[in-house]
C-alpha cells in the first residue's frame, strides 16, 4: 500500500490543524494505522494507532487529549486533528500502515511495513 500525507504547514500556537493520509494499492481496512513525528534533530515518536475498524485507538501519553486519530475506510483515509498546537509539535509527521494490530504498534512494534513521505507542520509562538 503506498501512503500520502497532506495537511501540514505553518500554523500559529493554539490553532488546530487536521492531517491527512490517503492509502492506495490495497485495502487499507485490513490495515492497522499509526501516526508518527520526527522533530529535528530527535528520533521518532509514536503519537497514536487505530485498528483496521477504528474501533480502537492508541495514544502516546504525550499527546493523550490533544490528538485524535481517526480514519474512514471507504476514503482509504487516516486522520489527525491535532488541537491547540505548542511549538514543541514542530516536526515531519508520518502515517504508517502495517498489517499486524495497532496495539502491537503501541506496545512498541515500530517493524511497520508501510510509511508515508511525511508532512511537515511548523508552529510559531
Known amino acids: 500500500v503506498q501512503l500520502q500525507a497532506s495537511g501540514g504547514g505553518m500554523v500559529q500556537a493554539g490553532d488546530s490543524l487536521t492531517l491527512s493520509c490517503v492509502a492506495s494499492?490495497?485495502?487499507?481496512?485490513?490495515?492497522?494505522a499509526a501516526w508518527f513525528r520526527q522533530a529535528p534533530g530527535k528520533e521518532r515518536e509514536f503519537l497514536a494507532a487505530t485498528s483496521r475498524s477504528g474501533g480502537a485507538v492508541y495514544y502516546s501519553d504525550s499527546v493523550k487529549g490533544r490528538f485524535t486519530i481517526s480514519r474512514e475506510n471507504h476514503k482509504n483515509t487516516l486522520y489527525l486533528r491535532i488541537n491547540t498546537l505548542m511549538y514543541d509539535d514542530t516536526a515531519t509527521y508520518y502515517c504508517?500502515?502495517?498489517?499486524?494490530?495497532?496495539?502491537?504498534?503501541?506496545?512498541?512494534?515500530?517493524?511497520?511495513?508501510?510509511w508515508g513521505q511525511g508532512t511537515l507542520v511548523t508552529v510559531s509562538s
Open positions: 494499492g490495497r485495502a487499507f481496512n485490513t490495515y492497522a
Open positions: 504508517a500502515a502495517d498489517p499486524g494490530t495497532a496495539r502491537a504498534i503501541f506496545e512498541g512494534h515500530y517493524d511497520i511495513e508501510y
